[in-house]
């Protein structure tokens, strides 16, 4: 059984996504929809940068949307592509939505653009950070939040549980810088304070995440298939019904990423191609699952080793769980 990974904040590079532009028509409808339907000029920003601009919260967001969504309807013009389970890594839970025919990406893409607005406007800048921690189970980063709470009555908590060995916490920046140490102290082998512009998937999110729930609304879900894996809860979702709730809880809740691929293993998924920019849910489930094959699209130079990859699959989809 196959899985589909889509990546998100972090991934992004100048010049991604040019390539597949240039060689697939699919690919070019959907940047030039993106250009249509943002207001930005995505496919400039994603060819050309500035890299400074392509940084920024309310580009980078829709930018790797775009990029994904067309590596995969790039891939969809040579192979059939039948997956039994799509997920995405935070901004790219969006993206598995429009794999999963949940959402189309237009509106995908003005959602993403207004969920990137309101996660940068939510805490004024310099006031949160995040940092991620190396080498220690998640129960030590968890207990090193705990007390950095309960000594500075600051908010912190972990963001990202991404793998058993690397974990994100998220909150203001003294507590954060509190909850590094304290990680450190209960056996952490290395911190790395990360470049972000907001403190996301935390309690200081819960004003963008209210907003945001009044778009969600807008919008009518269908029933996702295959099945979108969700950060909340790590489970397989098939109703569409479930979709906004899921997605507001997302902003302010942690991303169970490590759970995520344990359970679409545990649901007898044997191989995952990640779409998109990067290769960094590749590596996190190299080092979660070892036992799964794992295979990359993030150019066309990708192009036919993953249709070769996808094609190895036969993925019964109908009998995968959806709750």
């Not at 794999?99 to 237009?106: L, R, T």
């Amino acid at each position: 059984m196959l899985a589909l990974l889509f990546p998100g904040q972090g991934s992004q590079k100048v010049g991604m996504g040019a390539d597949v532009y240039a060689a697939s028509p699919a690919a070019r409808a959907v940047f030039d929809a993106a250009d249509a339907a943002s207001g930005l000029a995505i496919s400039k920003l994603c060819f050309e940068g500035p890299e400074e601009e392509l940084r920024t919260t309310e580009v980078q967001q829709p930018a790797i949307l775009t990029v994904s969504v067309a590596l995969l309807r790039a891939l969809e013009e040579q192979t059939s592509v039948v997956p039994a389970f799509v997920a995405g890594h935070s901004l790219g839970e969006y993206t598995a939505l429009v794999a999963s025919g949940a959402v189309s990406f237009e509106d995908a893409l003005r959602l993403v653009g207004i969920r990137a607005r309101l996660m940068q406007e939510a805490v004024p800048e310099g006031q949160g950070g995040m940092a991620a921690v190396m080498g220690c189970d998640a129960d030590v980063v968890d207990r090193a939040c705990e007390q950095a709470r309960q000594q500075t009555g600051a908010v912190v908590s972990t963001a990202n549980y991404n793998s058993p060995q690397q974990n994100v916490i998220s909150g203001e920046v003294a507590a954060v810088e509190l909850a590094s140490a304290r990680a450190r102290e209960g056996g952490a082998r290395k911190i790395i304070a990360l470049p972000v512009s907001a403190p996301f998937h935390c309690a200081l999110m819960e004003s963008a995440a209210d907003k945001l729930a009044a778009e969600l609304a807008r919008v009518a879900f269908a029933d996702p298939q295959p099945p979108v894996v969700s950060n909340v809860d790590a489970a397989p979702n098939r109703e569409g019904a479930r979709i906004a709730q899921l997605l507001f809880a997302q902003v302010t809740s942690p991303v169970r990423f490590q759970a995520m691929v344990e359970r679409m293993s545990a649901l007898g998924v044997t191989g995952v191609l990640e779409i998109g920019p990067g290769r960094v849910l590749s590596g996190l489930v190299a080092r979660t699952v070892r036992s799964l094959r794992r295979a990359n699209l993030a150019s066309v130079e990708d192009m036919s080793e993953a249709a070769r990859f996808v094609g190895e699959f036969r993925s019964p989809g109908s009998q995968a769980e959806s709750r």
